[in-house]
Structures are given as structure tokens and as C-alpha cells.
């Protein structure tokens, strides 16, 4: 049963577009949310968070926007870059310290 | 950043062998480590949670005795790969959570190819 949910695969942006990638869950408890960007055959590095007490997120070219009511969070990539271009995972958690749900992943492609 | 290492990064092993794999927290403690797999083209797929001083909390569907944990201290997690098959061949990744931070962080991985 897959409690976090990425739908697309993959996505190809043009350089300097807006990468727009979405996440749905279906668990109301969780309340932690994290992003992490993979390259191939590395681990997944930590990307930005956010927890249910907000709905938006910014870190620089990275913003997390949270709506708890339908159950979804995006990442937003602006502008984005060539070297943007990797797998991006979704995560969630109830609590502190309990493990973390993933996503399929969304497959980004930042086109020069 | 808090860094995790693992050991080895690759490692290529007969079938029926067993093969040791390393997860180290390098500067923080970690009470909790969790352990993943990832097959081709699929997400991180949890294993087990391994907590310092007790026995490790498996995921339904993952065998005990073939995946062996051991969270020996506050910085160090072991997954044991007992009697290794081709279909055991993938990509482990361990990760650790340092006191009560949500925050996970992630070893880079360890590409398995059981022959």
C-alpha cells in the first residue's frame, strides 16, 4: 500500500523554466515532508522540508508548498538548471524518529 | 551536514556467500538507523528500522534470518546479506537520524551483484 504517492514519472523542463514536481499522501498523520534529490548509484541527499504547521517553504531556487486538506505538497524549481536534473523523492513521517515513506520518484530533465 | 558512510560501495559476490555491509553515522549518534532497498527504476523501499541495543524491526515481507542487522553502538549499523542470490542483487542504502531531529541522512548506498 503506497501511503505517498508521486504520479509522473518524469518531466522535462526547459533551462530556466519553472520545474513544478507533485506529491500526494493518503495518511492524515503525517506531519513531517521532506524532499530528496538522487543521482544514479548515489544516495539520495537532503533537499528541504516542511512540516504540517506550514504551508510554504523556501530555501533559494527550491520552494515546498503543503496543502494538508487535499493531501499534497509540490516542490517548485525556478529557474531551473541542467544540474537540477536527477530523481526527486517525496517523504513523509508521523513523528520524530519514525521512518519516513517514499515516493516513486519523478525523474527531472532540465533541457539546456 | 551530518554524514553517514557506508562500506563497501560495491561489492560483487558468489551465490550462496555471505557479504557484510557497513553503515556508519561519522559525527553524530544515531539511535535509529534505517536500512533500504532500491530496485531499477523504483523507489527506496524500507527494510528494517535497527535501534542501538535491541533487536531490529523488520518490514512485512523481509526475511530475518537473511537480512541480519546489528546496531552494535551509536555509530555503527551492519546488514548482513546471508546466502546471497542473484535476485538479492541491488542497490542498500542505509540512513540515520541523529537524537530528535526528523531529519534522515543517507549513506550513499551499496551496489550488491550476487553472480
Known amino acids: 500500500d503506497q501511503q505517498v504517492k508521486q504520479n509522473s514519472p518524469s518531466l522535462s523542463v526547459q533551462e530556466g523554466r519553472i520545474s513544478i514536481l507533485n506529491c500526494d499522501y493518503t495518511?492524515?498523520?503525517?506531519?513531517?515532508f521532506l524532499w530528496y534529490k538522487k543521482y544514479p548509484a548515489e544516495g539520495p541527499t537532503f533537499l528541504i522540508s516542511?512540516?504540517?504547521?506550514?504551508d510554504k517553504n523556501e530555501d533559494g531556487r527550491f520552494t515546498v508548498f503543503l496543502n494538508k486538506s487535499a493531501k499534497h505538497l509540490s516542490l517548485h524549481i525556478v529557474p531551473s538548471q541542467p544540474g537540477d536534473s536527477a530523481v526527486y523523492f517525496c517523504a513523509a513521517s508521523e513523528r520524530v524518529g519514525n521512518q519516513f515513506y517514499f515516493g516513486t520518484g519523478t525523474s527531472l530533465t532540465v533541457i539546456p | 551536514g551530518a554524514v553517514v558512510s557506508q562500506h563497501p560501495s560495491r561489492v560483487i559476490c558468489k551465490s550462496g556467500t555471505s557479504v557484510k555491509i557497513e553503515c556508519r553515522s561519522l559525527?553524530?549518534?544515531?539511535?535509529?538507523m534505517f536500512w533500504y532497498r532500491q530496485f531499477p527504476k523504483q523507489s527506496l523501499m524500507l527494510m528494517a528500522t535497527s535501534n542501538e541495543g535491541s533487536k531490529a524491526t523488520y518490514e512485512q515481507g523481509v526475511e530475518k534470518d537473511k537480512f541480519l542487522i546489528n546496531h552494535a553502538s551509536l555509530t555503527l549499523s551492519t546488514l548482513t546479506v546471508t546466502s546471497a542470490h542473484p535476485e538479492d542483487s541491488s542497490f542498500y542504502i542505509c540512513?540515520?537520524?541523529?537524537?530528535?531531529?526528523?531529519?534522515?541522512?543517507f549513506g550513499p548506498g551499496t551496489r550488491l551483484t550476487v553472480t
Open positions: 559525527d553524530f549518534q544515531a539511535t535509529t
Open positions: 540512513s540515520a537520524i541523529p537524537g530528535t531531529s526528523y531529519e534522515q541522512y
Open positions: 516542511i512540516s504540517s504547521i506550514k
Open positions: 495518511n492524515s498523520m503525517f506531519d513531517y
